[in-house]
């Protein structure tokens, strides 16, 4: 009598138009990606006392439990009753791991319907990701991104030293990039991700879930350990905008993140950058700059011929900043295509006046992709041509390039891994852990 009631009840909730819609097809439904109030429905409809909600939304989100078995707050015979109903936790399998030198972790994450997905874990080391967004929450807390605020850092890094920090020391902040979407639909010429097409939408439940996965891998708890977030990995955010809105709202009230420490990077959805600004609880805005003008901007990036530059910068500037908060600005620079300093002084015109920043990022290179990195010298003076018209700019060190975990890089390990071509010059294959 009860199987079928809580199924009906989220179904009545709306369920099957959202996080779930995959799982509800099934018949059944993952506690993952259900917020305080569909729990709290799904409790009331099985006629259990109200704190019920509670107790699950603690195990799932707090606890980060795997499988109903472990919710041992909950009476037997009603995770016995759920379980016959087809409900889940839903959490998600972690199916490979990969370290980088730099510490960084690639995890390759898989999902109930066998999809996988990227999800990166960067840890603290030497500072190294300042001013790439990784560091929101710090960012909040400091008054501005002024150029004294965070160095410019070089694409030189000690791996030994740092691994060995690594080894003996938990970080006290670090950053976890999560997917969006199995795949990427946005065909940015110089993103490997986007060679795979999109394969289909996350949903909220498997957004948060790869946050948990990687917190329990990791043997970290927020708020305890700073954990930053950011919307970077495979996918875009904004071509999946519920699930996404709802996954952080989640991961705000369920496992307990601070809005202020997640950041969402987006190539330009102009609606949904409109959108994204009227919501209550929502991360800081990242826009994938890339090019300093329309015909080139077009050429790496095709979404631009449907949003153009002209309607991006206008959402950007119509957007409703916070006290202390800006738009962060993406910019890949790429080897004698986007990189001459005409083209930082372009750039810093097209952004003149607007409260935000620069993060530039040297192309992380990949198998299949025609273009090539500039010199650490040619990101500099592009930094320089910035900095001197008074826009705030950071060179991104890259992270974890030797185990594919960089921006730009995610693809399925699988298919990488096996890639004939895979092997990227001046770069030693990836160790597995
Ligand atoms: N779809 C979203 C988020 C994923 S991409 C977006 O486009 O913003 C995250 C960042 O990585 C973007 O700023 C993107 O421009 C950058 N990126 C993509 N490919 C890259 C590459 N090969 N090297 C360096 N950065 C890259």
New binding site residues.
Partial sequence: MHDKSVVSSLESMGCEASANTWLMGKGFTSLLGLDRAEITALVHEAGEPGYRAKQIMDAVYRQRVETLAEISTLPQEFRERLAQSGVTVGAARIENTFVSVDGTVRYLIAFADGQTVETVWMPEGDGGEAGDGSEAGEEAENSSPGISGAEAHSETSEPIAGLKRYATQKPSRSTICISSQVG?A?D?Q????ALLGVKRNLTAGEIVAQVCAVLKDQKVSPPEDRINLV???????FLNYENFIKAARLLVEGVGIAERRMTV???GIVPRIRDFGEEKIRPKL???L?APNHALRTRLMPLNKKWNLEMLIGAARDFPLRTREWITF?Y?LLGGVNDEPNHAKEVAELLRGLRCKVNL??????PG?DFTTPSPERVVAFQKVLRDAGIPAFVRR?RGRDIYA????LKRTVEVATSPDAHLPGISPAPEA
């Fill in positions: 990427c946005v940015c110089f993103c490997l991700t919307f970077m990995g495979m996918g875009e955010p990077s987006t190539a990242a826009i994938s890339n993406e890949v990022i040297a192309l992380n290179p990949g992709i890259p960089a921006c730009g890089q």
